[in-house]
C-alpha cells in the first residue's frame, strides 16, 4: 500500500519537473508571433464591437454539425489506396 501511495505522489509530481525555455535570442519570426499571441490573450487588440451570429447562421452551422454526425468513422482506413503515387 505503501508503494502504492509513493508511486502515485511521484506521477503527481513529475509535470513539476519539466521546466520552460528560458527566454534568449529568438528570430524576428518568433518574437512577431510571440508578439501577435500576446495581443490576443491581453484582448488589446480586440474589436469593440460585440459580434453575434444571427439565428439563420446558427441554423446553418447545426444543420452542417448534424450533417457531420452522418458518417460513422471507419475502425481501419483502406491502406491499399492511400496516397500511392503511381507517376513515378
Do not use: C
Not at 1 to 19: E, G, N, Q
Amino acid at each position: 500500500m505503501k508503494i502504492h501511495y509513493l508511486t502515485s505522489l511521484t506521477l503527481l509530481a513529475l509535470p513539476l519537473t519539466v521546466l520552460a525555455i528560458e527566454p534568449g535570442p529568438s528570430s524576428k519570426a518568433q518574437q512577431e508571433t510571440e508578439h501577435w499571441l500576446g495581443l490576443q490573450v491581453s484582448g488589446q487588440a480586440a474589436s469593440p464591437t460585440v459580434q453575434r451570429a444571427t439565428s439563420a447562421e446558427r441554423e446553418l452551422a447545426m444543420q452542417r454539425w448534424m450533417e457531420s454526425k452522418k458518417f460513422a468513422i471507419p475502425e481501419k482506413f483502406n491502406e491499399d489506396g492511400a496516397s500511392s503515387d503511381d507517376s513515378k
